[in-house]
C-alpha cells in the first residue's frame, strides 16, 4: 500500500473521471457561461492531480506522460498564437474573430463563437498541461520539512 489508503484510491478511480468531464463542459461552454479555457484547464489539471495525490506520480504519468505535457504546453501557445494571427492575416486586425465575422452563428448556440471556442481549447491545453507539469515537479522536488540541500541531494539520487 506504500501509506496510501484504499478509500482514498477507490474514490479518485471514480471521481476523477467525473471532474475530468466537467472540465470539459466548462471549456466548450465557456463562451456561453461562466468558466471558459482557463477555468476549464485547472479543472482538467485538477483531474489529473488528483491521481499524483492518491497513486503517485507513476500512476498519473501513465495517463500523461512528461513528453505529452510538454508538447500539449507548446501547442496550446502555439494555437492561441495561430488563431491571433489568422485574425491578422484575413481581418486584418490582431485576434479578430474570423469566423464569427464572415458567418455569425445563431445567439446562445454552442458554435456561434467563431474562434473563441478553439481559444478556450488552446487556453485549456496550455493551462491544463502547465499545472500538471508544476504538479510533476513537485512531487519529483519534494523536500522533507525542515530539511535541507543534503535531504534534496540524497532524494536525487534515490
Known sequence: MNGRSLIVETVTRW??????????????YGH????GGFAGGVVLACAFIILVLAWGKQRATSHMPFGL??????LGALLFL??????????????VNVIQRSSPG?????WNGG???????????????????????????RVVEGGGKEDLRAQEEE
Open 32 to 35: 456561453l457561461s461562466p468558466g
Open 106 to 110: 445563431e445567439a446562445l448556440r454552442l
Open 82 to 95: 495561430g488563431l491571433a494571427l489568422l485574425g491578422l492575416a484575413v481581418g486584418g486586425t490582431f485576434f
Open 115 to 141: 474562434i473563441m471556442p478553439l481559444c478556450n481549447v488552446a487556453i485549456a491545453f496550455k493551462v491544463c498541461a502547465s499545472l500538471f507539469l508544476v504538479m510533476l515537479v513537485l512531487s519529483v522536488l
Open 15 to 28: 471521481v476523477a473521471p467525473l471532474i475530468f468531464l466537467y472540465g470539459l463542459n466548462v471549456v466548450a
Open 69 to 74: 505535457a510538454k508538447c500539449l504546453d507548446s
